[in-house]
């Protein structure tokens, strides 16, 4: 079982920053695989990011280049900073254990957080 909780959305102008965190618990930090999703109003949800136990990162096509996303064993936390903000980048993000399987799908990961609003306006 492992128990993840969302911090760090807002509202935020067009080109601003944002940086998420996803505090883990319940299993040893440093075995998990994390990723990041959104989920806008009327879509289906969408794959951002993703690191390993050891540090390799997958980034989406569409935030590669403006999103970081790094973890901190020590604190149990894996954070995602958000630079240059769009419009549509505007969803709730949640982060999620990886389980196997598609790294790029929802369904290879079992636990998530409650999510937290990224609103972007233009």
């Known amino acids: 079982q492992v128990q993840l909780v969302e911090s760090g959305g807002g509202l935020v102008q067009a080109g601003g920053s944002l940086r998420l965190s996803c505090a883990a618990s319940?299993?040893?930090?440093?075995?998990?695989?994390i990723g990041w999703f959104r989920q806008a109003p009327g879509k289906e949800r969408e794959f951002v990011a993703r690191?390993?136990?050891?540090?390799?990162?997958y980034y989406a096509d569409s935030v590669k280049g403006r999103f970081t996303i790094s973890r901190d064993n020590a604190k149990n936390t894996v954070y995602l900073q958000m630079n240059s903000l769009k419009p549509e980048d505007t969803a709730v993000y949640s982060c999620?254990?990886?389980?196997?399987?598609?790294?790029?799908?929802?369904?290879?990961?079992?636990?998530w957080g409650q999510g937290t609003q990224v609103t972007v306006s233009s």
């Open positions: 319940g299993r040893t930090f440093s075995s998990i695989n």
């Open positions: 690191i390993t136990w050891s540090g390799i990162t």
């Open positions: 999620a254990s990886f389980n196997g399987g598609s790294v790029y799908r929802s369904t290879s990961y079992d636990y």
